[in-house]
Each structure stands twice: as structure tokens, then as C-alpha cells.
């Protein structure tokens, strides 16, 4: 197979994990013969910074030509003065937009090796495989107006009913596809989006019926989820509450650095990143976790390429260097072994091409 790649390695760690992912990328391609091609550009402060504008039209050119995207990260204290057109998270809310990827799919799966780096009991912790359905371009990061005022600043959360019916589509067909639960969340308590929200689930689930259907409000969730996590098997939800949920199902896994995400559009174009920042407080120093992103890689292959067998490897790949107890700074604790970005990244390339070390040993030593 050939398919064309955009990478965005973007700010902060997002370069350091990107190069990660596209060394297991190529080691996959290599081992089963596949040839991707892949193509640079800009996106966030790096793209302030050449080109004056956060998601330059070279870099969506490119993306256009593409069959799918990998993306770093974007932001950091340097732009975070910057007037609101000029913040590199613009450039990321404009490429979703851009591209319509309006599904965003954050599986958070507990490996059996990173249970300990869990502050939750393992018995809580044990056995979490969930996924989280986040409508990633509408609601308050998109809603107009937003201004400031002369005694403050707007914000404004706006669904169209169609919005709302093709997450929820979506989800529904993910959760027939896995464990047959949905949970739905929202604050219908006090939003009017989240009144439409729950009227738009309640009228889809009639098409659904072997899909178990809860509605929760998303102040709850926030606690089931860390004190019952394997309740849940498909979690859907609007776009800022789906933004929070997953940093803080990231505490079941043990880090932050461990998790995917996809966001897709319903044909087989995607853009595929880490669920975290930039971290610049690590950036440049070799010790960022490159596994949310090499994992994102591993869903680009089945979302985007349809290669199953290969995204399965990358993630065998990577439960097999934790369980060999190889970790990076984030995952650090007593009686395991540190390694760096690029370290832990020849783990895993080992893993999937055993010739790969012999040759970097060989280079080692010449
Ligand atoms: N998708 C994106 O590009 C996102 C960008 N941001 C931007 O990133 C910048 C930093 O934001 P924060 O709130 O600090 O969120 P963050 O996700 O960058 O970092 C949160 C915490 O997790 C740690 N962390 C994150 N990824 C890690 C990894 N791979 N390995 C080890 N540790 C990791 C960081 O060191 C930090 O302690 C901001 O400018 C923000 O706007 C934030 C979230 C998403
Ligand atoms: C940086 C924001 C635009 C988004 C974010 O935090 C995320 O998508 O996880
Ligand atoms: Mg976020």
C-alpha cells in the first residue's frame, strides 16, 4: 500500500513525540511493505513564527493532497500574549473545522503494566477500555459571538441539530460495534444545547435498540469516571466537556502521554494526535512519553488505511515494552527502569523489526 502523510509536528514536545511515531511508522512500513510518504509543514507557534498565521494556506494544501495527518502539538508561553487570530491553538480549531473532523475518538485502555503508576486502587484502574466520542468542531470553541465587552467577555456554546445527530450517530454505531452501552453527557439541567443534545440521543436510540442508553450530567461523570471507570463503555459528548473528560480518564491510565486520539469525518481521511499539549515545560529535554502519539499512529493504519494487522502490532508493540518494564520520566516510580523519548522509541521498533536494534548497535560501536 502508499498512502501520503502531512505531519504537523507543531510546538513544544510535539516535534520530539512526532519523530517517535513516524520511526515506528517507517519500521511498520518496512516490515510489511508498505511505502508511506511523507510530507512536512508548519501549524501553532512554529507557523506564527515563519509564516505570520497559525494554519497557513500551504499547510492546508498540503493536508488536501493527503490521505491523513499526524499531528504533534501546538502552544506555549511564548504566544500566549498573542491577540486571539494569533494563538497557535487557533491554527489546531481551524485545521478540525477546516477538514469537518468532527469525530473525535479517545480510546483510554488500561495496560496491565502502568496499573501501579495509577493513583487509583488497581482494582478501580484493572480492566477500563472506554472510549470517548468528543464532538470536536462546534459548541464554545466555535461558537460566535466571543468578544470582550466593556465589563467583561462572551463566550457563546451553539449546536445545530444536525451537528448534534452525526456524533451521536456515530457513537451509537461505535457502541454496537463494542460493549453495547452508551452513556450520553451533558448538563440538561441547566443548557439549552444540552436539552437539544439529550432530545437528539433519546430520538436516535429508537434505531438502536440492542444499545443500552444512559444519560448523565457531565458534573457526575466527572466523578464516576475515576471512582467507577469500567462502568462506561462508549462515552459521547459535546466538545469542551469531551476536552476535560479525557485529560482526567488519562489518571486511570497513568499518564497523559498514553493516550490516542482520532478525529475523523465518516470517509477515510483523519487527523491523528496525542490527547495532550505541548508540555513546554518538558519540551527539548528527550523525556517526553512518544506512546499517545505512536498509538495515535496505530490508529491512523485502521481508521484511515484499514490496516488492522499492522495497528494491532504497533499497539502489541507498546504493551510489550511496558510490560518489559520500560518506561519514560512521566511513568517513573520505584524498581523501574527510565529510559528517554528516543530510548523508549528503539523499544518499541525492536519489538515490531528485532534486526532494528542489531543495526543501531552496530552504529553504536562503529
Ligand atoms: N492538542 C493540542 O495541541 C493541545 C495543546 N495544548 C497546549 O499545550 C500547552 C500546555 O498545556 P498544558 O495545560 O500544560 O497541557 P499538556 O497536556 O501540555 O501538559 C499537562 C501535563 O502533562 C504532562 N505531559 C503531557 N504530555 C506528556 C507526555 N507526552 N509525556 C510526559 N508528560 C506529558 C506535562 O508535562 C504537564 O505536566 C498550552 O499552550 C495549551 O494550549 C493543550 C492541550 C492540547
Ligand atoms: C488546545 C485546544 C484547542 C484543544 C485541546 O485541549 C484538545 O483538543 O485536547
Ligand atoms: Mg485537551
Same mark, same amino acid.
Given at each position: 500500500?502508499?498512502?501520503?502523510?502531512?505531519?504537523?509536528?507543531?510546538?513544544?514536545?510535539?516535534?520530539?513525540?512526532?519523530?517517535?511515531?513516524?520511526?515506528?511508522?517507517?519500521?511498520?512500513?518496512?516490515?510489511?511493505?508498505?511505502?508511506?510518504?511523507?510530507?512536512?509543514?508548519?501549524?501553532?507557534?512554529?507557523?506564527?513564527?515563519?509564516?505570520?498565521?497559525?494554519?497557513?494556506?500551504?499547510?492546508?494544501?498540503?493536508? *488536501?493532497?493527503?490521505?491523513?495527518?499526524?499531528?504533534?502539538?501546538?502552544?506555549?508561553?511564548?504566544?500566549?500574549?498573542?491577540?486571539?487570530?494569533?494563538?497557535?491553538?487557533?491554527?489546531?480549531?481551524?485545521?478540525?473545522?477546516?477538514?469537518?473532523?468532527?469525530?473525535?475518538?479517545?480510546?483510554?485502555?488500561?495496560?496491565?503494566?502502568?496499573?501501579?503508576?495509577?493513583?487509583?486502587?488497581?482494582?478501580?484502574? *484493572?480492566?477500563?477500555?472506554?472510549?470517548?466520542?468528543?464532538?470536536?468542531?462546534?459548541?464554545?470553541?466555535?461558537?460566535?459571538?466571543?468578544?470582550?465587552? *466593556?465589563?467583561? #467577555?462572551?463566550?457563546?456554546?451553539?449546536?445545530?441539530?444536525?451537528?448534534?445527530?452525526?456524533?451521536?450517530?456515530?457513537?451509537?454505531? $461505535?457502541?454496537?460495534?463494542?460493549?453495547?452501552?452508551?452513556?450520553?453527557?451533558?448538563?440538561?439541567?441547566?443548557?439549552?444545547?444540552?436539552?437539544?443534545?439529550?432530545?437528539?440521543?433519546?430520538?436516535?436510540?429508537?434505531?438502536?435498540?440492542?444499545?443500552?442508553?444512559?444519560?448523565?450530567?457531565?458534573?457526575?461523570?466527572?466523578?464516576? $469516571?475515576?471512582?467507577?471507570?469500567?462502568?462506561?463503555?462508549?462515552?459521547?459528548?459535546?466538545?469542551?466537556?469531551?476536552?476535560? $473528560?479525557?485529560?482526567?480518564?488519562?489518571?486511570?491510565?497513568?499518564?497523559?502521554?498514553?493516550?490516542?486520539?482520532?478525529?475523523?469525518?465518516?470517509?477515510?481521511?483523519?487527523?491523528?494526535?496525542?490527547?495532550?499539549?505541548?508540555?513546554?515545560?518538558?519540551?527539548?529535554?528527550?523525556?517526553?512519553?512518544?506512546?499517545?502519539?505512536?498509538?495515535?499512529?496505530?490508529?491512523?493504519?485502521?481508521?484511515?488505511?484499514?490496516?488492522?494487522?499492522?495497528?494491532?502490532?504497533?499497539?502489541?508493540?507498546?504493551? #510489550?515494552?511496558?510490560?518489559?518494564?520500560?518506561?519514560?520520566?512521566?511513568?517513573?516510580?520505584?524498581?523501574?527502569?527510565? $529510559?528517554?523519548?528516543?530510548?523508549?522509541?528503539?523499544?518499541?521498533?525492536?519489538?515490531?523489526?528485532?534486526?532494528?536494534?542489531?543495526?543501531?548497535?552496530?552504529?553504536?560501536?562503529?
Amino acid at each position: 500500500m502508499e498512502k501520503k502523510i502531512t505531519v504537523l509536528p507543531g510546538d513544544g514536545i510535539g516535534p520530539e513525540v512526532v519523530a517517535s511515531a513516524v520511526r515506528v511508522l517507517q519500521v511498520i512500513g518496512k516490515r510489511f511493505n508498505h511505502t508511506f510518504h511523507l510530507g512536512y509543514a508548519t501549524i501553532g507557534g512554529a507557523a506564527i513564527d515563519q509564516h505570520n498565521n497559525p494554519l497557513p494556506d500551504e499547510t492546508i494544501e498540503m493536508c *488536501e493532497n493527503s490521505d491523513a495527518i499526524l499531528l504533534g502539538a501546538v502552544g506555549g508561553p511564548k504566544w500566549d500574549h498573542n491577540p486571539p487570530e494569533l494563538r497557535p491553538e487557533k491554527g489546531l480549531l481551524r485545521i478540525r473545522k477546516h477538514f469537518d473532523l468532527f469525530a473525535n475518538l479517545r480510546p483510554v485502555k488500561a495496560f496491565p503494566s502502568l496499573l501501579d503508576a495509577s493513583p487509583l486502587k488497581r482494582e478501580v484502574a *484493572e480492566n477500563v477500555d472506554l472510549m470517548i466520542v468528543r464532538e470536536l468542531t462546534g459548541g464554545v470553541y466555535f461558537g460566535e459571538p466571543r468578544m470582550r465587552t *466593556e465589563n467583561g #467577555a462572551i463566550d457563546t456554546t451553539v449546536y445545530s441539530t444536525a451537528e448534534v445527530e452525526r456524533i451521536v450517530e456515530n457513537a451509537f454505531e $461505535l457502541a454496537r460495534l463494542r460493549g453495547g452501552k452508551l452513556c450520553s453527557v451533558d448538563k440538561a439541567n441547566v443548557l439549552e444545547t444540552s436539552r437539544l443534545w439529550r432530545e437528539v440521543v433519546e430520538a436516535k436510540k429508537k434505531d438502536y435498540p440492542d444499545v443500552q442508553v444512559e444519560h448523565n450530567l457531565v458534573d457526575s461523570v466527572a466523578m464516576k $469516571l475515576i471512582t467507577n471507570p469500567c462502568h462506561y463503555d462508549v462515552v459521547v459528548t459535546e466538545n469542551m466537556f469531551g476536552d476535560i $473528560l479525557s485529560d482526567e480518564a488519562s489518571v486511570i491510565t497513568g499518564s497523559l502521554g498514553v493516550l490516542p486520539s482520532a478525529s475523523i469525518r465518516g470517509d477515510n481521511f483523519g487527523l491523528y494526535e496525542p490527547v495532550h499539549g505541548s508540555a513546554p515545560e518538558i519540551a527539548g529535554q528527550g523525556v517526553a512519553n512518544p506512546a499517545a502519539t505512536i498509538l495515535s499512529v496505530a490508529m491512523m493504519l485502521q481508521y484511515s488505511f484499514g490496516l488492522k494487522e499492522e495497528a494491532a502490532e504497533i499497539e502489541r508493540a507498546v504493551s #510489550a515494552v511496558f510490560d518489559d518494564g520500560y518506561f519514560t520520566a512521566d511513568l517513573a516510580r520505584d524498581g523501574v527502569r527510565i $529510559l528517554s523519548t528516543n530510548e523508549w522509541t528503539d523499544k518499541v521498533m525492536n519489538e515490531i523489526d528485532t534486526s532494528f536494534v542489531s543495526e543501531s548497535i552496530m552504529t553504536t560501536y562503529i
